[in-house]
């Protein structure tokens, strides 16, 4: 397992790991507990890539702000557009350079906004399995998750929730995502995030309009100017909280203004394919980055 470190990002404590090196570096942006759906994401969910992907470039993966055991913001509202501050901070601090990014669901929606907002910063951008930043269609994550287990963010609870996001739950015990995700669920800071989002409305009244003005602004750009970048969408095909009908759509906004713009469905997966199908998804991100910086990358769909 790579040994936790420490930075201050923006004025936040936050931890990330980081492994490989070479001239490009590749930055990991887990998902986001913010909506409440079931799983203390974290950093450790991308354990079964960084070391494999880490043999051909530099990679590092880090806690976004509030979430894992990266510090809270304690007196400022807590949109998203402050999770994307302190990425940003993060990747000056820890990067300096142009970054190829990785993000899942909202991780993505982060990288994607980076891009738009800091082009000379993103090299590329690859969103896996992104429900935030996807056309929506039915509200299938409502029904896939509808009555969740009790106490909600125990082992079990969460457990459930990776079960019904999966394909095959045989990733669920593997590794230590799960076990540092309890820990995640039991902590003092976790509880009064979710206390402060839910508890006190601030996530209806702050990150929900945030994330709504973004997925609108994003549409307007996708059309009138494009992804500065190249882009790739991951998904996987037995994904039941973002079909694949979605990632289709997406790709089909994108495209047009983007010519290197590629869309790669794993089969036999589902929310998170980087953990079910580890090997596939790893060989996709190596081939996908390496075409950029050996200069090849046309865009395409598999």
Not at 16 to 22: A, M, N
Not at 33 to 59: K, T, Y
Not at 178 to 190: I, M, P, R, T, Y
């Amino acid at each position: 397992m790579l040994e936790d470190r420490w930075v201050e990002a923006g004025g936040v404590r936050t931890r990330y790991v980081e492994t490989g090196s070479g001239p490009s570096t590749i930055a990991f942006l887990h998902a986001n507990a913010l909506a409440d759906q079931g799983v203390c994401h974290n950093l450790r969910v991308w354990e079964a890539n960084l070391e494999e992907i880490g043999s051909r470039a530099r990679v590092v993966a880090f806690d976004a702000l509030g979430q894992g055991r990266t510090g809270i913001p304690s007196e400022q509202s807590y949109g998203f557009d402050r999770v994307i501050e302190h990425a940003r901070a993060f990747l000056d601090i820890t990067v300096g350079g142009p970054v190829h990014l990785v993000g899942h669901d909202e991780g993505g929606l982060a990288a994607l906004r980076l891009a738009f907002e800091a082009p000379e910063l993103i090299r590329s951008v690859t969103i896996v399995a992104g429900k935030a930043v996807a056309p929506a269609g039915d509200p299938l994550s409502n029904l896939t998750l509808s009555a969740p287990l009790e106490p909600r963010y125990g082992r079990t609870a969460q457990a459930w929730v990776m079960e019904r996001q999966s394909w095959n739950g045989h990733h669920i015990d593997a590794g230590r995502f799960l076990d540092e995700a309890v820990l995640v669920g039991q902590s003092h800071q976790f509880k009064a995030l979710r206390e402060r989002l839910h508890g006190k409305n601030e996530y209806d009244t702050s990150v929900r309009p945030t994330l709504s003005r973004m997925r609108v602004d994003n549409w307007t750009r996708f059309r009138e100017q494009g992804v500065p970048c190249p882009v790739m969408l991951v998904w996987g095909q037995n994904d039941p909280m973002s079909p694949v009908q979605n990632a289709m759509a997406l790709f089909r906004l994108i495209a047009p203004r983007q010519g290197t713009a590629h869309l790669r469905i794993i089969g036999r997966a589902g929310y998170m394919p980087f953990r079910e199908q580890p090997s596939v998804f790893n060989g996709i991100v190596a081939g996908f980055v390496g075409a950029l910086d050996e200069g090849r990358g046309a865009g395409s769909v598999h």
